[in-house]
């Protein structure tokens, strides 16, 4: 059996890709998780080209619509990260991930839970949404679920089953 393929948020694998320069290395993800899969880093607001550092952004309710805004400049990056998440969706249904790894709480990667400016509610980062429309049965977890060796195990077995399901 080949190893499965996960995509992962580029910042967790100590990559410095993040607004400010920096990273979140997740230890987890990093070690124990590279062994034993292949790891497929994704920064969208990198590749989009919002280089590093950059002006941060947040989700903003406008409408019955969750925009994705720069802090400071108020410039509107939602069409361009929607385009941009269709074209590497593409390119990550084509490597047949078995998984993935996202930033919590990012604007871009966060998988839910993500603050919503001007909502009660909180939503989905642009990016991540788009990939679990996508890939619905998908394997993924935040790095808030990697923080116990449960949490962990959990994630590794529903990779691993999703694989043999899907590339057997």
Do not use: W
Request: aromatic share 6%.
């Amino acid at each position: 059996m080949n190893r499965p393929r996960v995509g992962i948020s580029a910042c967790l694998l100590g990559q410095n890709v993040r607004y400010d320069g920096g990273h979140k290395l997740n230890p987890f993800a990093a070690g124990r998780l590279g062994k034993l899969v292949s790891l497929v880093p994704v920064c969208p607001e990198v590749e989009l080209g919002m280089g590093v550092p950059r002006e941060p952004v947040r989700l903003e309710r406008s409408g019955r619509s969750i925009r994705m805004v720069g802090t400071g400049s108020r410039t509107d990056h939602t069409a361009a990260m929607t385009r941009f998440s269709r074209r590497r969706i593409d390119d990550l249904e084509a490597l047949e991930l078995s998984g993935y790894v996202f930033k919590k709480n990012s604007p871009s990667c966060g998988p839910s839970g993500v603050p919503v400016h001007g909502s009660k509610r909180t939503g989905r980062g642009l990016f991540a949404a788009a990939l679990l429309k996508a890939m619905p049965r998908l394997p993924v977890v935040d790095e808030g679920e990697l923080a116990d060796p449960a949490g962990q195990q959990r994630f590794l077995k529903r990779v691993f089953a999703y694989h043999k399901s899907k590339f057997p």
